[in-house]
């Protein structure tokens, strides 16, 4: 038994309770499970049923194929219509998820409602100006078919009304597109908490709704006119119907404009804008939840990748289509064929394809997902993907074989089926070569991506210019396989021999050759859907993703458990749960220590001033020191804490390195140096003995002796240093040594509230006599107290000197100074 329940989203209590399952995140009803995967294949054969049957029962030869298209677009619809009610069915996530969600969809819904109402406030008139301009066509001459016939007026009510349909449809698929996509989204973030395959599934369900109903819409359009203007006795052959049909490929053309336009700025500068307040001015990672602007970037995921890719590709195929279908009545009229089936061959290849395109879909399941792992040992999803879509492409191919057969079995010309068989197995051909370069070129299993990667290591603009060379490479083979295959179609279609016994042979050839690489097209066009939902898999992943990140914890929650998502290394984690941030943090501030905040407080205990950095610092600050990477190669290392006196950047580093390294942690406040030393012995009576080799000494950072000092493996700066300190302390690192902390820029004269600084990493290449080399990388902008400097110390050198026996090796940097002085220094 079925009751209806209605309540608010923001007092939804579970998401799924007793059995049942919800249709969306406001509204919602309890309803009966249903069993899994019973009603696709039901659906499927009573598509198949229909078909048959009216294909059969029908006496019009024009009748028999807008059965069998109505059919194949009906289970599109069904198809779609199932998914959407698969996915509304999964759990909707807690309460934090959907307070995230709901502002996408909400954002995401005004700006469609925007851009329609621009988009429909200029078809009117365009469509007016398209009706009108027909009245300036001249008169016809000569008997060029029986469209010629039909008057200028009807030729522009009839392109009018096409051209607003055909926007209309497009604007339909790109709406239930954005809507079914933003609810799914919350639902893969949710999924993803029980499993990836599950995860991977659901998102890619949610894509291919769109992607089914996006091609079922457009070829409903494509039909429908059809029809009416045959029925209507506008024009009675058929080979003049797809003549009139022009406008409707225009009405798309004109949605999908301003939806790759409109949607593609959008997506970037939102993208861009929230990348640039929360990185480069607030330090904070991405999707923070602290970052508004993360909502607007995960609106333009919807608008511009999910939507703009739905018109864009609605707008190419009903082109096709509609090109396809004036190719094939001008080869009937030259051959003196039946016009009929060759006209509506474009039409059946693309219903097929979309009964293809959904058996690739349910290929897709957790079942597979989940065996493919076993069997590979690891996790493979795009492997899963891949072969849904050769299901698609065998599928497709198939039924291309079965309609060329059927509908291009030309009299007169008993080879004609097989030459455009092979002109569709070109455009295949084609599909799969794109398909697996793509596929080579963006994959970090394959050689160019870790190119790219690797090039990263040396700084902005080797990563720039190996980038574009590899995508101006990745090029290569399918501008290369399109040409092979536009000329191998022609070749096929001209020789094919439909219209060798009509009056002008060689009309007939051209036309047929024209009409092979429309049929290349088509087959290069065969998986379409199957090829959208794997693009809109992308936004609504994303989306997931930043759904996830957003509504995660960020303060206190009866311990570490939300604190610890700060550190995105697992081993980092790890640590980061094992050693008690709380234990550091001023007496009376447990309730804070927590927070991703610095923390700062006098402690009346100890008499001293307790300062913690934001944990989001320090674990930025434990990844570029890599203190995980050189422990599996080197025993014993040697590390150097200077100014962080707190001890917690000690303790972290001790837990990460393990017993038996040296460790030196210098502090001059002696009072804040004795509360550390005890802390730190306290903590290693427990899980992580690494703490007692800490030795906590009372000095300042000025007065290490760089020449008798010994030289550390890892260095880090707690406070901030001016930019000379950076090379002063990076003398005491050794070869291949790496130091991590804030400095700032200099310059002269001093402003009096500081300078904006910067967390560095200094990374020393070798030592030589007289000349030490480094390389900086600016990791992000950070602001910390300053380290207290000598008295009469200005510039940060410990000589007083200038800067001539250093050299630096930014990576980020190839300036003609640089290599001047490089130059003169290697001559010396």
């Keep these: 038994m ?203 369900r949610g894509g291919a709704f769109s992607a089914v109903l996006n091609l079922t819409l457009c070829i409903v359009g494509v039909l429908v006119l059809f029809g009416v203007i045959h029925m209507a006795g506008v024009v009675d052959d058929a080979a003049d119907v797809p003549l009139l049909l022009v406008g409707y490929g225009f009405g798309a053309s004109f949605v999908a404009l301003f939806m790759q336009l409109g949607g593609g700025i959008y997506t970037k500068a939102a993208d861009v804008g929230a990348d640039l307040v929360g990185k480069v001015e607030q330090a904070i990672p991405e999707d923070d939840p602290r970052n508004p602007a993360v909502v607007a970037d995960l609106v333009g995921d919807m608008v511009g990748d999910c939507v703009g890719s739905s018109a864009d590709v609605f707008e190419s195929v009903g082109a096709e289509i509609i090109g396809a279908m004036i190719l094939g009545g001008r080869l009937a009229r030259d051959a003196g064929a039946d016009p009929a089936p060759v006209v509506f061959f474009p039409l059946v290849v693309h219903s097929i394809d979309v009964v293809a395109s959904s058996l690739g879909v349910l290929a897709v399941s957790k079942e597979r997902v989940v065996a493919l792992e076993r069997r590979e040992g690891e996790y493979a999803p795009m492997v899963v993907l891949q072969q849904g879509y050769l299901v698609t492409l065998a599928v497709a191919l198939a039924g291309f074989g079965l309609a060329c057969f059927w509908l291009l079995d030309v009299e007169g010309a008993p080879a004609a089926w097989r030459h455009f068989l092979g002109c569709g197995l070109c455009g295949f051909g084609t599909a799969f070569v794109c398909m697996r370069a793509s596929r080579y070129y963006t994959d970090y299993a394959f050689e160019p991506v870790r190119r790219i990667a690797e090039s990263a290591t040396t700084g902005h603009a080797t990563t720039i210019i190996t980038g574009l060379a590899v995508g101006l490479e990745s090029v290569v083979a399918p501008v290369l396989t399109v040409g092979v295959a536009v000329v191998a179609s022609y070749h096929l279609g001209r020789t094919s021999g439909v219209g060798a016994t009509s009056g002008d042979p060689a009309a007939a050839a051209r036309a047929a050759g024209l009409f092979g690489t429309a049929v290349a097209t088509m087959g290069m066009l065969a998986s379409a859907v199957y090829v959208l939902a794997m693009n809109n898999f992308g936004p609504i992943a994303d989306n997931a993703g930043g759904i996830a990140e957003m509504s995660r914890p960020v303060h206190k929650s009866n311990g570490r458990g939300a604190f610890a998502v700060w550190f995105v290394h697992p081993t980092h984690r790890l640590i980061s749960t094992q050693v008690d941030r709380a234990a550091f943090a001023p007496a009376g501030h447990d309730d804070r220590a927590f927070d991703d905040a610095p923390l700062r407080a006098a402690e009346a205990a100890s008499g001293c001033v307790v300062h913690l950095s934001a944990p989001s610092i320090y674990a930025a600050a434990l990844e570029a020191l890599g203190l995980d990477e050189v422990s599996r190669w080197r025993r014993q290392l040697s590390f150097l804490n200077l100014g962080s006196g707190s001890g917690y950047l000690s303790a972290l580093a001790a837990a990460l390195l393990g017993e038996g390294c040296v460790h030196v942690c210098v502090e001059l406040d002696a009072a804040l140096a004795a509360r550390s030393r005890a802390t730190l012995a306290a903590l290693g009576r427990g899980p992580v003995p690494a703490l007692r080799d800490v030795q906590v000494v009372c000095a300042s950072a000025f007065d290490v002796d760089l020449d008798l000092s010994m030289k550390f493996d890892r260095i880090y700066v707690g406070a901030g240093a001016r930019h000379g300190d950076a090379r002063r302390f990076g003398r005491l690192l050794k070869p291949d040594g790496r130091l991590v902390g804030p400095f700032e820029d200099d310059f002269e004269p001093r402003p009096p509230w500081g300078l904006p600084q910067a967390l560095l990493r200094v990374t020393r290449l070798h030592a030589l006599e007289g000349f030490d080399e480094f390389e900086l990388d600016d990791l992000l902008p950070v602001q910390f107290s300053n380290l207290v400097r000598p008295a009469g110390d200005d510039d940060g050198d410990d000589d007083g000197d200038d800067d001539g026996e250093y050299a630096y090796a930014y990576a980020d940097s190839d300036s003609e100074e640089e290599d001047e002085d490089e130059e003169e220094d290697e001559d010396e």
Excluded at 10 to 15: E, G, L, Q, Y
């Design 2 to 204: 079925s009751s209806s329940l209605r309540r608010s989203a923001s007092t939804r209590d579970a998401d799924v309770e007793g059995g049942a399952v919800y249709d969306d995140d406001i509204d919602w009803t309890k309803v009966k499970r249903t069993q899994k995967g019973k009603a696709p294949p039901l659906t499927l054969l009573g598509a198949g049923v229909c078909a048959a049957w009216l294909c059969l029962t029908t006496t019009r030869t024009v009748g028999r194929y807008e059965a069998f298209v109505a059919c194949c677009v009906a289970y599109g619809a069904l198809f779609s219509t199932y998914l959407r009610k698969w996915i509304a069915k999964r759990s909707g996530g807690d309460s934090a998820m959907r307070a995230i969600s709901q502002p996408i969809a909400d954002g995401a819904a005004g700006f469609l409602r925007v851009q329609y109402a621009a988009i429909f406030r200029l078809a009117a008139p365009l469509a007016l100006l398209i009706g009108l301009s027909y009245k300036l066509r001249p008169p016809p001459r000569g008997a060029a078919g029986a469209a010629q016939a039909v008057s200028r007026t009807t030729l522009g009510c009839v392109a009018s009304c096409c051209f607003l349909v055909g926007a209309g449809c497009s604007a339909l698929s790109g709406y239930a597109a954005m809507r079914v996509a933003s609810h799914a989204n919350v639902r893969v973030a949710d999924a993803a908490k029980r499993s990836a395959a599950d995860a991977l599934v659901v998102c890619f």
